[in-house]
């Protein structure tokens, strides 16, 4: 898991939890504790954001559908 939204894909696709990949490496490099402790803020901010921009206020009503696309694709 890269962010917020990946988070969001992952549980629509019925996951039951997640991990997360580079982003925590990162802020441990960069600030340590406190830089892990950001990156994990920001990630949660971001996956409050696609919760609520896809309609949803919790993370269990999340379901496969909200994965499918609004309109025509393609050509």
Partial sequence: M???ADVFK????GAR????GRPYVYGLG??????V????RCLLA???LTLALSGHARPGTVTRSDL??????GP
């Fill in 2 to 4: 890269r962010g917020g």
């Fill in 10 to 13: 992952a549980l629509a696709l």
């Fill in 17 to 20: 939890a997640v991990l997360l």
């Fill in 30 to 35: 960069l600030d340590g504790q406190a830089g």
């Fill in 37 to 40: 402790e950001h990156v994990i």
């Fill in 46 to 48: 971001e996956f409050d």
């Fill in 68 to 73: 499918e696309a609004g309109g025509a694709v």
